[in-house]
């Protein structure tokens, strides 16, 4: 079963003096490009939340954030008194004058460094057990928004894989005809020429000069390679990778189908087939 390597998942975990809002949102790369934003006191456990996402999400450009707000009355920044009430008598001092207003120096004296200090919150392993139960609870959304993403691209791959099969039918019929066109220009060609030709030789050339058009192998190893897409699709794991390979030896047998064809009718299956293709070859970057 594929996977999108688009997706978003979210959780909200209201603890008793703040809430927390965990976000994962995913966009498809190449490879992992992992980006994490929690908040100071968390960071001792930014690489086992590294590890994990790592582990489940595998591919894509994904950006993991803890928005912290807190919801009781008590705040971990304070006043530094004596700093602010030093600053204020400077103040006081450069302006000499009796006509000074508290609350004006007050407002320039908590401006200034050090008039507030905030402490250093530490780390309460109760509360980040509750944290990582919601982590996982936003890892599994954005799992399952990938699955369900990835449900209509699998339809639509299917769809072009059938649609590719009816073309290369297509082809196989037009072949017969293919032959006894290219024997009937050639003929028509020598015939043109008014010279006489040795019948024999002439047999010969015409059997060189058709194995050089024959398609019967990039016949064969097109549907082949169309089967194992298929089967790729309905492999337990989402490989977007080993599809990619797959589609561009896809790809090498319709071109070289194309360039071999030498026959109007069969030249547009063919294009039809290079469009179907492509249709995939877009989707296909977007699956994990």
Do not use: C
Request: proline fraction near 2%; aromatic fraction near 6%.
């Amino acid at each position: 079963m594929i996977q999108s390597m688009t997706g978003y998942g979210k959780a909200v975990l209201q603890l008793p003096s703040k809430k927390v809002t965990i976000e994962i949102k995913s966009l498809n790369s190449k490879n992992l490009d992992l980006n994490v934003r929690i908040p100071s006191y968390y960071k001792e456990k930014e690489l086992a939340v590294r590890k994990k996402l790592a582990k489940t999400l595998v591919r894509g450009k994904v950006d993991f954030s803890i928005f912290v707000e807190m919801t009781a009355d008590e705040t971990s920044t304070t006043i530094n008194h004596g700093v602010v009430k030093e600053y204020m008598q400077q103040l006081r001092n450069v302006v000499q004058t009796g006509n000074s207003s508290d609350v004006e120096l007050l407002k320039m004296a908590v401006k200034m460094p050090d008039a507030l200090k905030t402490e250093r919150e530490e780390l309460d392993e109760s509360e980040w057990a509750e944290i990582k139960k919601a982590i996982d609870i936003a890892t599994k959304e954005i799992v399952q928004y990938r699955t369900d993403e990835a449900a209509s691209l699998e339809i639509d791959f299917r769809q072009r894989v059938a649609n590719i099969k009816t073309y290369l039918k297509e082809v196989k019929a037009l072949d017969g005809d293919r032959i006894e066109n290219v024997k009937t220009r050639l003929q028509k060609a020598i015939d043109d020429l008014k010279v006489e030709t040795d019948e024999n030789r002439f047999e010969q050339e015409l059997i060189y000069y058709l194995e050089k058009l024959d398609i019967n192998e990039e016949k064969v190893r097109l549907a082949n390679h169309l089967d194992y897409f298929l089967e790729t699709l309905d492999s337990p794991d989402s490989n977007g990778k080993k599809l990619g390979f797959i589609i561009q030896e896809m790809g090498r047998e319709i071109n070289t189908t194309g360039s071999k064809a030498n026959y109007a009718p069969m030249q547009k299956a063919v294009i039809q087939m290079k469009n179907e293709l492509e249709q995939i070859k877009e989707q296909i970057l977007n699956v994990l």
